[in-house]
C-alpha cells in the first residue's frame, strides 16, 4: 500500500518504518482499539502523505510500474499480473483504494469504509466497479 502511494521502494520502506515507530509507540492503546487494522492503514496514508509534503511533491498515485526484478516475464502469469497493475492505475482513486485494500491488504468491508470514512454501501459499489471494469479489461485484452 505504502508503495502503490509514494511510488518508490526505498521511501516506502521508510514510510512503513515511521509507521511501525508509530504503532510500537502506541502499542498499549492498539491493543485495546476496535480497530487496529483501519489504524494501521490510517496511520500509512497519512504518513505517505507526509512524505509529498516533505518532499513537496503533491501527486495523485499514478504511473504505478513495476520494477522487473519483482514479477520475472519469464512467469506465465507475470506479464498478465503487470498488466491488472497498469489498468488498475487507471481506476478512479476510490475505486483504486477500495479494490487495494479489500483484494491485496485483505481489510473487510466495514474496516474499508471505517479508514475511507465512506458508508459500507459505498465500499460495495467501489468494489463491483472496480472489479467489472478489471473483467472487462481482462476479457478485452485475451
Same mark, same amino acid.
Given at each position: 500500500m505504502a508503495y502503490l502511494w509514494v511510488k518508490?521502494?526505498?521511501?516506502?520502506?521508510?514510510?512503513?518504518?515511521?509507521?511501525?515507530e508509530k504503532a510500537w509507540t502506541?502499542?498499549?492503546?492498539?491493543?485495546?482499539?476496535?480497530?487496529p487494522t483501519g489504524w494501521m492503514v490510517r496511520?500509512?496514508?497519512?504518513?505517505?502523505?507526509?512524505h509529498f509534503r516533505g518532499s513537496r511533491k503533491m501527486e495523485a498515485i499514478t504511473d504505478?510500474? &513495476?520494477?522487473? %526484478? #519483482? $514479477?520475472q516475464e519469464s512467469e506465465p502469469q507475470g506479464e498478465r499480473l503487470k498488466m491488472v497493475f497498469r489498468f488498475l492505475d487507471k481506476l478512479p482513486e476510490k475505486q483504486k483504494e477500495v479494490f487495494q485494500l479489500r483484494e491485496v491488504e485483505? &481489510?473487510?468491508? %466495514? #474496516? $474499508?469504509?471505517?479508514?475511507?470514512?465512506?458508508?459500507?454501501?459505498?465500499?460495495k459499489v467501489?468494489?463491483?466497479?472496480?472489479?467489472?471494469s478489471l473483467k472487462e479489461y481482462l476479457i478485452a485484452k485475451k
Open positions: 518508490d521502494r526505498e521511501a516506502a520502506n521508510d514510510v512503513l518504518q515511521q509507521v511501525f502506541k502499542r498499549n492503546d492498539l491493543q485495546t482499539m476496535e480497530n496511520a500509512l496514508k497519512n504518513e505517505s502523505m507526509q504505478l510500474e &513495476l520494477e522487473d %526484478e #519483482e $514479477i485483505g &481489510l473487510t468491508y %466495514e #474496516e $474499508i469504509a471505517d479508514y475511507l470514512e465512506i458508508s459500507v454501501d459505498q465500499v467501489n468494489l463491483h466497479r472496480a472489479r467489472k
